[in-house]
């Protein structure tokens, strides 16, 4: 086999990464009504002092912290559970 045969017989790299990866694009947001529902960043975020709604008014931007949020409760979750499991694997 030829070294042009066989780079032919091998998928290129970016295509084997999109095999890979699947498509979520859409799925975080959900349902367009909610996608287009305002992001109160007070609601959020609880503990500040100043009007996040007026800080930051781009809806790129409050959609950018609202995911920030959710993957701080998310990683917050985890770790309790990655400790919950270290205490009861040390306990045995």
Avoid at 32 to 60: Q, S, V, Y
Avoid at 78 to 92: G, N, P, T
């Amino acid at each position: 086999m030829t070294e042009q045969e066989s780079n032919l017989s091998q998928p290129a790299p970016e295509e084997s990464l999109k095999a890979e990866i699947p498509v979520t694009e859409g799925l975080e947001e959900g349902s367009p009504a909610e996608a287009e529902e305002e992001i109160d960043l007070n609601h959020l975020f609880p503990g500040e002092e100043t009007d996040l709604n007026e800080l930051f008014p781009e809806k790129e931007m409050r959609s950018l912290l609202k995911k920030v949020q959710r993957n701080k409760k998310d990683l917050g979750k985890m770790k309790d559970r990655f400790s919950d499991s270290f205490s009861e694997s040390d306990s045995d």
